[in-house]
């Protein structure tokens, strides 16, 4: 067995209980997040660049009082080493719109591991303008009109 198929059998168990946790989160599960982060995890993503578990799970506190129903779908994981990538969609509703139409963000999560198998950087990836920007009402109509010019 190579170290990168050693490494993947070590963290590929860490990847999946990662993604089962954010398939499955709710309000409650919260109170976890130390059993997937380190201490001083990094979470990056379109809005947010902090550091420490206080920090990150304000991100999902803040995301459960401003969306209705948020719910991750994790479609692929891959992993190399310490490092896994997971390919999500995140379906949800906002509180604030009237009429709530469902909603989906396609996006993918970078995630290193140390050697206890806690998540160290969790980094998204997902076009913020292209899958929320433009669907908001008013500043969706001046994005739509902004990619168009963009694209002339």
């Not at 954010?22 to 550091?51: C, I």
């Not at 469902?102 to 998204?124: K, M, N, P, W, Y």
Request: charged share 25%.
């Amino acid at each position: 067995m190579t170290s990168a198929t050693t490494s993947a059998a070590h963290f590929g168990p860490a990847a999946d209980r990662v993604a089962a946790f954010f398939e499955a989160l709710q309000p409650v599960d919260l109170e976890r997040l130390a059993e997937l982060y380190g201490p001083e995890a990094r979470f990056k993503d379109p809005f947010n660049d902090v550091t420490g578990l206080p920090a990150i799970r304000h991100i999902f506190e803040h995301m459960f009082v401003n969306l209705h129903e948020p719910r991750f779908v994790v479609t692929e994981r891959l992993v190399q080493g310490s490092q896994a990538v997971l390919v999500w969609e995140f379906h949800f509703r906002f509180k604030t719109v009237r009429p709530s139409e469902a909603q989906c963000i396609l996006g993918a999560s970078h995630l290193r591991f140390d050697e206890a198998g806690l998540v160290t950087l969790h980094r998204d990836y997902w076009d913020a303008a292209e899958e929320l920007y433009e669907k908001l009402p008013v500043v969706g109509s001046v994005m739509r009109w902004l990619k168009r010019r963009a694209a002339q």
